[in-house]
Protein backbone atom coordinates (compact mmCIF):
# COMPACT_ATOMS: atom_id res chain seq x y z
CA UNK A 1 0.00 0.00 0.00
CA UNK A 2 1.28 3.41 -1.23
CA UNK A 3 1.66 6.20 0.94
CA UNK A 4 -0.73 9.29 0.08
CA UNK A 5 1.64 12.55 -0.64
CA UNK A 6 -1.19 14.40 1.18
CA UNK A 7 -0.60 11.98 4.38
CA UNK A 8 2.89 13.42 4.95
CA UNK A 9 1.68 16.81 5.19
CA UNK A 10 1.57 18.66 8.59
CA UNK A 11 -1.34 18.19 10.61
CA UNK A 12 -3.16 21.08 11.94
CA UNK A 13 -2.86 20.45 15.95
CA UNK A 14 -2.06 16.49 16.52
CA UNK A 15 0.50 14.09 14.72
CA UNK A 16 -0.36 11.51 13.24
CA UNK A 17 -1.27 8.36 15.45
CA UNK A 18 1.86 5.95 14.76
CA UNK A 19 0.72 3.50 17.56
CA UNK A 20 -1.64 2.31 14.84
CA UNK A 21 0.88 1.95 11.49
CA UNK A 22 2.17 -1.50 11.15
CA UNK A 23 6.17 -1.85 10.80
CA UNK A 24 6.08 -2.17 7.12
CA UNK A 25 3.56 0.96 7.49
CA UNK A 26 6.28 3.16 9.43
CA UNK A 27 9.19 1.88 7.14
CA UNK A 28 6.95 3.05 3.92
CA UNK A 29 6.13 6.19 5.66
CA UNK A 30 9.98 7.22 6.81
CA UNK A 31 11.07 6.22 3.18
CA UNK A 32 8.23 8.73 1.48
CA UNK A 33 9.12 11.41 4.56
CA UNK A 34 12.62 10.53 3.02
CA UNK A 35 12.29 10.90 -0.37
CA UNK A 36 10.76 14.34 0.23
CA UNK A 37 13.30 15.34 2.75
CA UNK A 38 15.49 14.82 -0.85
CA UNK A 39 12.88 16.39 -3.25
CA UNK A 40 12.80 19.44 -0.46
CA UNK A 41 16.68 19.48 -0.40
CA UNK A 42 16.56 19.60 -4.70
CA UNK A 43 14.41 22.65 -4.56
CA UNK A 44 16.64 25.11 -2.24
CA UNK A 45 19.94 23.85 -4.48
CA UNK A 46 17.75 24.94 -7.70
CA UNK A 47 16.73 28.51 -5.80
CA UNK A 48 20.01 28.97 -4.31
CA UNK A 49 21.40 28.86 -8.13
CA UNK A 50 18.59 30.79 -9.29
CA UNK A 51 19.18 33.70 -6.93
CA UNK A 52 22.99 33.54 -7.34
CA UNK A 53 22.44 33.73 -11.16
CA UNK A 54 20.08 36.54 -10.90
CA UNK A 55 22.14 38.56 -8.40
CA UNK A 56 24.95 38.22 -10.99
CA UNK A 57 23.06 39.25 -13.16
CA UNK A 58 21.53 42.56 -11.64
CA UNK A 59 25.14 43.39 -10.18
CA UNK A 60 26.45 43.36 -14.10
Do not use: N
Amino acid sequence: MAIDPEELLPSKGKPLDLYGLGIGELKERIAALEAEIVRCQAMIEKKEREKAAASQFFKS
